[in-house]
């Protein structure tokens, strides 16, 4: 990947990028169609200048010297000529299908703003239209998704509440189906665990960043937190009954069979289990983020230590060994599970370390339900000091 370095105050805030922004080692920051918000992160990288892939650089430069070409010919004055150069953006660029990192990136960009800036005038339709592209990219490839959300939930703090809106949506989507709840009850759900934390957005995020336990502060601003996000997700507009009841219960629905329970009391039981189970894959500041198994077996005893029917229907949902998280193989092989396999205990893993430690060339993908390449056990995500190219897993994960 041939990467060029743009000037120093290229950019500027609330600009919609015709080109993808990465850091100096390639990752992507920004995804081209996305406007770039108004954050310190964002200010600081406009003053240093970002990366973007070269053939994309020439591709703009052709872009705005056509533009500007046109405007001379028209006896357009030096000003507007100037003003285009430092404003210009394709606007009638082809709209280009990203790929699931690149996708779920831009995804993750618009919750960002989204649940941190709600505004009534439009935050339904902008909360609907990220509901509906997060399902469809979910329902398209479910493993791939499933392995890429929960693989960069596990690999910092930096935007907790983002990725984890995303990947409780996903989880919700997919144990909804596995318990075949009805329409109305999924859409309820989906749209409760993208917004459930809705008034403490920001406080979550300080939370993960900080090194030591909330203070009483702090824990008084969590107290209730389901009752203020249905509150003010009635403000913004929501009049969806069953969503706004689940949000106010979501943090209230408390042990037991989930039968006999009112369709709120339900939907917010599953969600709770999802909620915890999101937040223990993830690392804090003061603390490492759980192996994969350990997480479900976790979730599956419930408050009382007894097995709960919520937290049952999640790990046949993932499996005991989600996808994106990691393992350590019976032939001592080390890799990542890349797709769920027909128990719960037996999912398709690639292999990212040789059984000498040293690192494959590819990732290899292995049988577990062979006893040479079954799984010995489940790793957290700090015990693998190697940097994993996602997208090659995610060929994997969208296979057939």
């Not at 060029?4 to 081209?32: K, N, T």
């Not at 310190?40 to 872009?63: F, M, N, S």
Request: charged share 20%; net charge positive.
């Amino acid at each position: 990947m041939e990467l060029i370095q743009l000037p120093p105050h290229s950019l500027r805030v609330g600009q919609v990028l015709s080109f993808a922004l990465r850091d100096a080692e390639g990752h992507l920051l920004f995804a081209a169609g996305q406007p770039l918000p108004n954050t310190p992160q964002v200010q600081a990288l406009i003053a240093r200048g970002a990366w973007v892939q070269a053939h994309e650089t020439k591709e703009y430069q052709r872009a705005l010297a056509h533009k500007m070409d046109t405007l001379m010919h028209q006896g357009a004055v030096l000003a507007d000529i100037v003003k285009v150069q430092a404003d210009f953006r394709q606007e009638k660029a082809q709209k280009v299908e990203l790929g699931e990192q690149a996708a779920w990136a831009d995804l993750q960009m618009h919750a960002h703003s989204l649940l941190r800036e709600p505004r009534v005038e439009d935050f339904k339709p902008r909360f609907q239209q990220l509901h509906n592209e997060a399902l469809r990219r979910l329902l398209a490839k479910p493993d791939a998704v499933l392995m890429l959300l929960i693989f960069e939930t596990s690999q910092n703090f930096q935007s907790y509440s983002d990725r984890h809106a995303l990947l409780c949506l996903a989880l919700a989507e997919l144990c909804a189906r596995q318990l075949g709840w009805p329409d109305d009850w999924r859409l309820a759900l989906t749209q409760a665990a993208l917004s459930m934390n809705l008034s403490i957005t920001n406080q979550q995020d300080r939370l993960a960043a900080q090194t030591g336990q909330p203070s009483p502060a702090q824990q008084q601003e969590l107290v209730s937190h389901g009752d203020r996000s249905a509150a003010l997700l009635s403000k913004l507009g929501v009049r969806s009954e069953l969503w706004l009841q689940t949000v106010c219960l979501h943090h209230d629905a408390g042990p037991g069979a989930l039968a006999g329970r009112a369709p709120a009391e339900q939907l917010a039981r599953l969600l709770r289990r999802i909620d915890i189970f999101g937040a223990r894959l993830s690392p804090r500041r003061s603390r490492a983020a759980m192996a994969g198994a350990s997480a479900a077996r976790a979730v599956y005893l419930d408050e009382l230590k007894q097995p709960d029917e919520a937290g049952a229907a999640l790990i046949k949902t993932t499996g005991l060994y989600p996808p994106g998280s990691l393992v350590r193989l019976a032939n001592g092989e080390v890799g990542i599970v890349f797709k769920r396999g027909h128990s719960a205990t037996e999912p398709l893993v690639a292999a990212l370390l040789g059984k000498s430690g040293s690192p494959l060339s590819e990732p290899v993908p292995r049988d577990t339900r062979l006893a040479t390449q079954a799984i010995s056990a489940s790793l957290a995500p700090q015990e693998l000091k190697l940097h994993i190219n996602i997208e090659r897993l995610l060929k994997l994960a969208g296979a057939g």
